[in-house]
């Protein structure tokens, strides 16, 4: 009987990357210190485009987004009842789309980008 061994850890380290990698990137990408009363722009992918808006940190955990004008015209296309976009509160990587509308659960979208502004 003939068996053939496959070696995919050559596949998956350059798809997954070492544990080394993942530990450097972590290191370099830590998440953003989020100091009450600072201003933080946030980009998230639509399925029509870049969104990107602004929020001042409060203690409330549910700071609601200011969002540029394009975007702005990309959501209401997206969603002819929106109402807002709203930091998740639970999770801080996910943005909220709050629809004027009853539903079952809100359109969310994961952070593409997330910094600090200088005012």
């Known amino acids: 009987m003939n068996t053939v061994q496959i070696d995919i850890?050559?596949?998956?380290?350059?798809?997954?990357?070492?544990?080394e990698d993942l530990t450097e990137e972590i290191?370099?990408?830590?998440?953003?210190?989020?100091?009450?009363?600072?201003?933080i722009r946030i980009d998230f992918e639509t399925s029509r485009g870049l969104c990107t808006g602004y929020y001042i940190v409060t203690e409330e955990g549910h700071e609601e987004l200011t969002m540029e004008p394009d975007s702005l015209i990309i959501l209401t296309s997206?969603?002819?009842?929106?109402?807002?976009?709203?930091?998740?509160?639970?999770?801080?990587?996910?943005?909220?789309?709050?629809?004027?509308?009853?539903?079952?659960?809100n359109p969310e979208y994961k952070l593409y980008n997330r910094s600090k502004e200088i005012l």
């Open 78 to 105: 997206l969603y002819p009842v929106y109402y807002g976009t709203y930091i998740h509160p639970l999770n801080r990587d996910w943005v909220e789309i709050d629809i004027s509308e009853t539903h079952s659960g």
């Open 27 to 39: 290191i370099l990408d830590p998440q953003l210190s989020e100091q009450q009363g600072l201003r």
């Open 9 to 19: 850890s050559g596949d998956q380290e350059e798809t997954l990357g070492t544990a």
